[in-house]
């Protein structure tokens, strides 16, 4: 973990995929190697750089300060491949980037709602009864996950006959009520020679291992004993990888893979059969800084043999190949839908293919603030989809601490609890009533903003634009805000701001300038830009979120008894639109509909446009290209900063609405129950005009 701003002051970072999480401190090589970084030119000025060393190879990144600023790149392989992106402003640079490394995949919708999993489970009527809590209890939750104690003895592409032998069905009785589910897949393959383990057998047969020097299959260990690890840049790899998901999609209808352990992680430092100590791969003259000070450390020999290639060139790129087999293994069993699948090991362009969350992080304050920083680079890597396990992963979490941290990871790009083996639940129900309802109350929230939150990774998919960003890509010439990682910015116009430190009931926050800044939920001014509030309340059941002046965000209207899920929040007729006025009483904003599942770039869908200026909004779509099922019906208009006066009226062409809130201390006007002239609602794929008239 690391803060956003990084020291300059002779600081090293090393990059080298490395699977084991412990020894945390700055600059340590963790689960990917991403060489890329962004720099705002001067102070106060908006003119950025980007520099990409494309490059796999381990290297050490030193970053200096005297007698000059500087970035120094010391590789020990490959090739000086460098990029330098330059940009008007830091998304410009972003944007440059990605457009560079391939543009983020566009997920189904689902894998925007909630996710819950853990690794110890132990069998499927515990998992079942887990879901069944939040059923009842109302929170909502998109996907059940399963860790590797659904497998037979930890191996690939089985179930446990014993603890799991329901699952199938169990998957298919989520499937009945609109849940999804996700199981996980190990890179490394039992070892387990001529006992008839089928995927090992036709892994030999078709030559897909990595081999060590001599031209032995190498052997590691892992969960299951010892193990072999398949070469994932050899093309007869995907095919078989390909046919082995296959085969166990039709034992279980998953709907995504996660993908874990592809540093590669191996619990032997390189391989049963040892390292050739005396070939300069395995000992070269300049090593990394790398932890235990070797290459080998919990992975594989550097002389192993992929099918091209040394591992010593190809390390950092396990996961990144691992990911793209994948996710052609996940195209060739649904061709017309979209892939999911989770990599904990990234490569520069990962976020073509595949989401991401930040490891075994533990339950602690301390690690749950790091998240921010942490999510927020991985958007500017191309992996707008990442999160971090909510309430931590490693140790017990506690009430409060998995309070705050559901609270901050119902606005993470990825949203998942997940905990480790032994450790006490921690699942939004496991807390008592009073808990799980605030934890309730901050996901709802998620699923009324999925709208927006849905538009953003499209336009990720679209251009590159990073879903989270920290303040100063919007706000570049605020320098207050380059120092800034514990509140962060859902695109351009949601700010949140949680919690981080133990029984705190307010939390600093500094609005940046020169934006009008408005609580999201009652639309009131909460503060004009370049403002500090070094103690805003935020009791035990807020976390606060704000939205920026000039904006329209299209809300789903609360769904009462019914618990939504993403893909129903999508397919809601009924919206309300949000509007924020800046301090020229303007305000715009957007709407993308489609099913949230299509691949194609030619499927259906919908879009539509609101523009807010002389107290006249006016919401269009193109009607010759709205398809039918997307068109929203807008139920409720709400506006923030209409000013003060005696009375307010609001018209749709020369017809009054009858149905009209104004509150002239706060400045908060609320239109429901829209009806148009000609007597029909208003929707979004026709030209609408809503005037409204104040008195003062």
Request: proline fraction near 3%; charged fraction near 25%; include cysteine.
């Given at each position: 973990s690391a803060p956003l701003l990084r020291d300059m002051d002779n600081k090293k970072h090393t990059m080298w995929a490395n699977g084991a999480y412990y020894e945390q401190r700055q600059g340590v090589n963790l689960y990917g190697s991403h060489p890329f970084y962004l720099n705002v030119e001067a102070e106060g000025s908006p003119e950025s750089t980007g520099v990409l060393m494309m490059n796999s190879n381990a290297m050490d990144v030193l970053l200096t300060k005297k007698p000059s600023p500087s970035v120094t790149w010391k590789t020990i392989g490959g090739v000086i491949d460098m990029t330098v992106f330059v940009g008007d402003s830091p998304l410009d640079v972003i944007r440059l980037y990605n457009e560079k490394i391939g543009k983020p995949f566009l997920p189904p919708v689902w894998a925007l709602g909630f996710h819950l999993c853990r690794w110890g489970y132990n069998n499927t009527g515990y998992m079942a009864s887990v879901m069944e809590d939040m059923i009842l209890q109302g929170v909502p939750v998109d996907?059940?996950?399963?860790?590797?104690?659904?497998?037979?003895?930890?191996?690939?592409?089985?179930?446990?006959?014993?603890?799991?032998?329901?699952l199938p069905r169990y998957v298919d009785y989520l499937h009945m009520h609109g849940k999804r589910y996700v199981a996980m897949m190990d890179p490394a393959i039992h070892a387990r020679f001529n006992e008839g383990y089928a995927p090992l057998e036709s892994g030999l047969e078709m030559d897909v291992f990595v081999r060590n020097n001599t031209g032995d299959v190498l052997i590691g260990n892992v969960w299951p004993g010892d193990t072999v690890f398949p070469d994932f840049l050899a093309a007869n790899t995907s095919i078989w990888w390909k046919t082995q998901l296959s085969k166990f999609s039709k034992s279980v209808s998953y709907d995504g893979i996660w993908i874990d352990m592809n540093e590669p992680q191996n619990f032997y430092d390189g391989s049963a059969q040892g390292c050739p100590w005396n070939d300069p791969l395995e000992k070269p003259p300049y090593l990394p800084g790398v932890r235990k000070s070797s290459l080998q450390w919990q992975t594989l020999c550097m002389t192993a043999r992929h099918h091209q290639y040394r591992h010593y060139d190809v390390h950092n790129l396990y996961g990144w190949s691992e990911a793209h087999a994948t996710r052609a293994a996940l195209k060739y069993q649904r061709p017309d839908n979209r892939t999911f699948l989770l990599s904990r090991s990234t490569f520069v362009g990962s976020g073509r293919w595949a989401a991401h969350w930040t490891g075994d992080i533990s339950a602690s304050w301390s690690d749950m603030a790091a998240t921010i920083p942490s999510?927020?680079?991985?958007?500017?890597?191309?992996?707008?989809?990442?999160?971090?396990?909510?309430?931590?992963?490693?140790?017990?979490?506690?009430e409060e601490l998995c309070t705050r941290w559901s609270q901050l990871g119902a606005f993470y790009p990825f949203s998942r609890n997940h905990n480790t083996l032994f450790a006490r639940a921690q699942e939004p129900t496991a807390w008592g009533t009073e808990t799980t309802a605030i934890i309730r109350s901050a996901l709802l929230q998620r699923y009324r903003l999925m709208l927006y939150l849905y538009n953003l990774f499209v336009q990720a998919n679209e251009d590159g634009t990073p879903v989270m960003q920290a303040l100063f890509m919007q706000f570049p010439e605020d320098t207050v805000t380059y120092n800034l990682d514990r509140q962060f910015l859902l695109g351009s116009d949601m700010m949140v701001c949680p919690v981080l430190e133990k029984g705190a009931k307010t939390v600093w926050i500094y609005f940046p300038s020169p934006s009008l800044w408005y609580s999201m939920w009652t639309l009131e001014l909460a503060s004009p830009g370049g403002k500090l509030n070094p103690e805003y309340p935020a009791p035990r059941d807020t976390i606060p979120v704000f939205a920026r002046g000039g904006s329209i965000i299209p809300v789903v209207m609360e769904t009462g008894h019914v618990t939504p899920t993403a893909e129903s929040v999508l397919g809601s007729h009924d919206i309300s639109l949000n509007c924020y006025l800046d301090a020229n009483g303007e305000a715009r904003g957007e709407l993308f509909v489609d099913d949230g599942l299509s691949e194609s770039a030619q499927r259906p869908s919908h879009h539509a446009q609101f523009r807010l200026a002389n107290q006249t909004l006016t919401i269009s779509g193109d009607a010759?290209?709205?398809?039918?099922?997307?068109?929203?019906?807008?139920?409720?208009?709400?506006i923030g900063g209409v000013g003060y006066g005696s009375k307010v009226e609001v018209f749709i062409g020369s017809r009054p609405q009858p149905h009209v809130q104004y509150d002239a201390d706060t400045g908060v006007m609320v239109v429901s129950d829209l009806i148009k002239e000609s007597g029909e609602p208003v929707t979004t794929d026709t030209t609408t005009a809503i005037t409204w008239k104040l008195t003062k």
């Open positions: 996907v059940q996950w399963n860790d590797i104690d659904y497998m037979s003895e930890h191996e690939d592409f089985t179930i446990s006959p014993d603890r799991f032998a329901d999510l927020i680079n991985f958007n500017m890597y191309g992996i707008p989809l990442v999160g971090a396990d909510i309430c931590g992963f490693n140790g017990d979490s506690n010759a290209r709205s398809e039918a099922g997307f068109v929203r019906q807008v139920r409720t208009v709400r």
